[in-house]
């Protein structure tokens, strides 16, 4: 496989604290790469990194082999990385279509034509097309995730991260978004999901990484990662532990 994004000791600090500890890892293309661990342990931060919300203090970003650790999120996108955020921010008086609009054109630069075009397409991937019209501050939660991922994908992205999109829904909802995933994911696009859903985690990641206070404490297949004994200790609990062993016997 080949390898799409690798990280070297990357390091972030926010005055005294330490959000990412020397962080290595490596990402192929294809993979859907699961980045669980506890509130705070940076994994928001990692992303911001990667996609140059904040740089690195320390350690190198490569993407596609071309180092990519001062460049700007614009610079970013249109390398290929593209990001949903956990707090949803969408134009609220803007459109529906338009938010997706303005993602297409600040990724590609292309003309209003080609942009409405791409706009299109992602929200009939997503299920929204109905909605288009309608002022984007009109959507129920779930739907303004849809929009998230709706604009995340207008950008064309080779690797996309996914910062909680299930969070706030209900299960149906989680049901149609972890569909919605599995497609993207068959359409080529590289995946990191962020998400506190083990049932999601465990049903879509092809691998899994843990992050635990700023350093990656796992990294392996889903089944190893949940039996690791600091994963359990860090992050999921005994009783998640002991229902996870229950059910694989
Ligand atoms: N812009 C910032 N300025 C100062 N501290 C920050 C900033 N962003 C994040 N932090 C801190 O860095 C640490 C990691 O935060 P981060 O948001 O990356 O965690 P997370 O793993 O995404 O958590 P959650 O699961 O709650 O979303 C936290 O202690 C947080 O308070
Ligand atoms: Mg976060």
Known sequence: MAE???????????????????????????????????????????????TGVHTASSGRVLFEGNEITR?????????????????????????VLDNVRAAALFS???????ARQVAEEKLAFVGLSERASLPAANLTLAMRK??????????HPKLLFLDEVNAGLNSAEVEQAMALIRRIAGSGVTIVLIEH???????????????????????????QVVSNPQVVEAYLGKKYAQRATEAAQ
């Not at 994994?43 to 911001?48: R, S």
């Not at 614009?74 to 609220?92: D, E, S």
């Open 108 to 114: 590609s630069g292309g003309s209003m034509h080609e």
């Open 197 to 223: 859903l083990m049932k999601v985690v465990l049903s879509v990641s092809s691998r899994v990484v843990v992050l635990h206070n700023g350093a990656l404490i796992a990294d392996g297949s889903p089944a």
């Open 4 to 50: 799409l994004l690798r990280l070297e000791s990357v390091s972030r600090r926010f005055g005294g604290l330490q959000a990412l500890v020397d962080v290595s890892l490596s990402i192929g293309a294809g993979e859907v790469l699961g980045l669980i661990g506890p509130n705070g342990a940076g994994k928001t931060t990692l992303v911001n990194v990667i």
């Open 146 to 155: 849809r929009l998230e991922l709706a604009k995340a994908l207008a950008m």
């Open 71 to 95: 460049l700007r999120p614009y610079r970013t996108a249109r390398a290929g990385l593209a990001r949903t955020f956990q707090v949803v921010q969408p134009f609220p008086e803007l459109s």
